[in-house]
């Protein structure tokens, strides 16, 4: 396998007085094998998250050790975090408390992607690539925004995956079994397959990382002396790389994940990850790709499904209210007048993976004083409502701007601060993880110096 790497370019622009988060999108890394089988468990702990996230918020990786999967960068980041339990993970690389080592239990990883992704990240990332049939060779370059001043060793990453794997000679081992261990008991998912699972479809696969480092560990240590120890919030770095695609490997299942991390040669808390974000290499066949329109008449909407017919298997549609369907064609009557509602299509693949989904804003016509009560400049949506354990925050701002949002008791008192300090303009998130707050009304207000806009929950455990 030929791996050639271009040289980085730099630029730095001159930076403002204060500091501005952008919004986060959280990497979870998890150390999988075929050997393992508590491995299918980890997968539908990954399933339930990116249902409940939206594409780009959370980007799952897996790497392989010990089985026909395994490359020379994923064992040296298992070696390098002294990883022992699978399928253990590790949430941008945090230690987080209760913890002696940054790789945790399954059980960790939703209440930890929620905590992370209301965590402002200081660098927005951005990935362009393209790629030469002829040669088979990617070129990528990732492009690393600042807006807050950082200091530290910091490294790019450039994580190469593939979805869709399947490997006949290697079946993947089920703890879940009946004919086995029976791990999760008859409800469990896995209860009524094999042991042994033939032709086990692996996604979010580990492949290469590419780096000017030779070493074992060069998938944990990713790219230095790009970006310098100390960096002024405005500067701009970025780094090219190029990487031969080898047989076997399908370009139309690729993923480019890039993140920036800080690098602590101990593998321990220092190697906290700063930002990340992710890509198709290439549209994949027939590609995916989700448009709708929508006929309104007072609070009665007629949503039509107007994607791309050939490059999913299934779709599911949120209305903005807590409320979803799997119709192609639905109808939907809000309860509440006088909101803007997100409605958002999402469409998946033939393995459930989400590969597009797009949002409107549905405005129902208010009546009387609920329009004063219930504007929403901002967009503000929360998903799911009525919420149980997660839920996501979204909303957008037309300028940058200090911000607050928070969870409100049914007496305004605030219960839970999600996020606050000075943010970028665009879209924003924040998570709610509900696990400790008792079942009823709540409210989610997000504050500006402009605005205030506030969204009634339900809690119900």
């Not at 002294?82 to 913890?99: C, H």
């Not at 209301?118 to 030469?132: C, D, K, M, T, Y």
């Not at 399947?166 to 008991?185: F, L």
């Not at 924040?430 to 605005?451: C, E, H, K, R, W």
């Amino acid at each position: 396998m030929k791996k050639t790497f271009l040289t980085a370019a730099i630029f730095c622009a001159v930076s403002f007085a204060f500091a501005q988060s952008a919004s986060r999108n959280v990497l979870l890394e998890s150390a999988v094998g075929t050997w393992d089988g508590f491995t299918p468990d980890g997968d539908l702990h990954i399933d339930s998250l990116n249902l409940q996230y939206p594409y780009r918020f959370f980007i799952p990786v897996r790497f392989h050790n010990s089985d026909d999967l395994e490359t020379t960068e994923s064992q040296g980041i298992d070696n390098f975090f002294q990883i022992s339990s699978y399928p253990g993970g590790m949430v941008d690389r945090v230690l987080f408390p209760g913890n002696s080592k940054v790789s945790h239990s399954r059980s960790a990883w939703a209440g930890n992607v929620a905590q992370r992704i209301n965590v402002g990240a200081p660098v927005q990332l951005e990935i362009s690539r393209s790629f030469n049939e002829t040669s088979q060779e990617i070129s990528a370059r990732v492009k690393a925004s600042f807006t807050n001043p950082v200091s530290g060793d910091m490294r790019i990453h450039l994580f190469v995956l593939e979805n869709n794997v399947v490997i006949p000679t290697d079946p993947q081992a089920n703890n879940y079994s009946s004919a086995s261990a029976a791990a999760g008991g008859p409800s469990h998912p896995f209860y009524n397959l094999p042991a042994s699972l033939p032709n086990y479809v692996h996604n979010y696969v580990l492949r290469a990382a590419p780096s000017e480092d030779s070493s074992p560990f060069s998938g944990a240590q990713g790219t230095s002396g790009v970006i310098p120890s100390s960096v002024i919030k405005g500067s701009i770095y970025s780094h090219n790389y190029t990487y031969e695609v080898p047989p076997g490997m399908d370009v139309n299942e690729i993923v480019l994940v890039a993140f920036i991390s800080y690098y602590d040669s101990q593998g321990g808390a220092g190697n906290e990850v700063l930002n990340a974000a992710s890509t198709y290499l290439i549209n994949p066949p027939d590609f995916c790709l989700a448009s709708f329109d929508f006929n309104q008449v007072d609070d009665e909407v007629s949503f039509y499904n107007t994607s791309t017919t050939a490059g999913y298997d299934s779709l599911k549609w949120a209305f903005g209210d807590g409320n979803t369907s799997t119709m192609e064609n639905p109808q939907h009557v809000y309860s509440e007048r006088g909101v803007t509602f997100k409605a958002c299509l999402a469409l998946f693949d033939s393995a459930g993976i989400l590969c597009s989904s797009t949002c409107e804003s549905i405005r129902v016509t208010p009546v009387g004083v609920e329009e004063q009560l219930a504007a929403n400049p901002l967009e503000l949506s929360v998903s799911p409502n009525p919420l149980n354990l997660l839920a996501m925050v979204q909303f957008n701002l037309p300028q940058a701007d200090n911000v607050s949002v928070e969870v409100l008791d049914i007496m305004g008192r605030s219960v839970k601060v999600l996020r606050s300090g000075h943010m970028v303009a665009g879209e924003q998130a924040a998570a709610i993880d509900v696990t400790a707050l008792p079942n009823g009304m709540y409210f989610v207000q997000v504050t500006t110096s402009a605005d205030r806009v506030v969204k009634k929950v339900l809690i119900a455990h």
